[in-house]
């Protein structure tokens, strides 16, 4: 049985209960325990939040609430605080851990472990970083530079709100998540802040490999994007990218961050 002790499970929720009774059934079923799990809940209605209050002795975990809806950043910013261990295993309430997650999830721990520089560990993502250097068991250490020689706009993605585990003083030091504006601003700015205050990353390579995102259809993506940014015509992906390369070099060097 493996247990992960000094790791909290951190999960955000909104309005998906069933969902992350999926998350947990699957952590149940593969004997995965932590010293402790939080469920942060961001306003959900009052029928999703008496479904969690349920659900809570049945996976053994702590639920933090706020009274309305505030954002993604007040969601995760509440739930670390909650975080008494010193590592934290963040995921959404709609990824599923395959079962393959407890191994690689022993040896990030280890990685943790034996490297203080490293400040997060990410398990899953859309795409290969362009930029990583080998290391043992499917994983590779992320390389960022401003230099032209590091080239693209995805190098950016350093960080990114996905399964990871991180450290739990990760808010100390790169700061608290943005509140007030939308999920993927919120994210954007932590990428931000992320480079800024130099993190440092390990990637599983294997990116899907891990995890399952399941977002079905009496509980889909809460996340809502505007449709240039998912668009596959060629001439909006050129100008997007574009777009992004100057923003991401621009904001990388002047973006006043808290």
């Known amino acids: 049985m493996p247990h992960f002790g000094g790791v909290t499970l951190l999960v955000t929720h909104y309005n998906r209960s069933s969902s992350l009774e999926r998350l947990l059934q699957t952590f149940q079923k593969q004997d995965c325990t932590f010293d402790e799990i939080v469920v942060s809940d961001d306003g959900s209605k009052p029928e999703q939040v008496n479904a969690l209050v349920n659900m809570a002795p049945l996976y053994n975990y702590r639920l933090i609430t706020t009274p ?11 739930g670390q605080d909650a975080v008494k261990t010193p590592l934290t295993l963040y995921v959404q309430e709609d990824f599923v851990p395959y079962e393959i997650f407890t191994v690689k999830l022993q040896q990030a721990v280890n990685y943790m472990a034996n490297r203080s520089e490293i400040d997060m560990v990410r398990f899953y993502a859309y795409f ?5 250097k080998p290391l043992d068991h499917g994983f590779s250490e992320m390389k960022f530079s401003a ?3 590091y080239w693209g706009y995805r190098k950016f993605y ?3 709100d996905h399964p990871h585990l991180r450290r739990s003083n990760f808010l100390s030091k790169f700061g608290r998540y943005p509140e007030g504006i939308k999920g993927d601003a919120t994210e954007y700015r932590m990428m931000m802040s992320f480079l800024k205050h130099k993190g440092k990353a390990i990637f599983y390579n294997d990116f ?3 995890f399952d995102q399941v977002n079905s259809s009496s509980e889909p993506s809460t996340m809502k994007r505007e449709s240039w940014r998912e668009s ?3 001439f909006t992906t050129a100008i997007r990218n574009v777009y992004r390369h100057l923003k991401f070099n621009y904001d990388f060097h002047f973006l006043k961050l808290p």
């Open 232 to 234: 596959g015509n060629p």
């Open 68 to 78: 309305v809806n505030k954002g993604l950043g007040n969601n995760i910013n509440k």
């Open 158 to 160: 350093m960080y990114s």
């Open 147 to 149: 230099s032209p020689l």
């Open 128 to 132: 290969l970083y362009p930029f990583l």
């Open 208 to 210: 899907k490999g891990l």
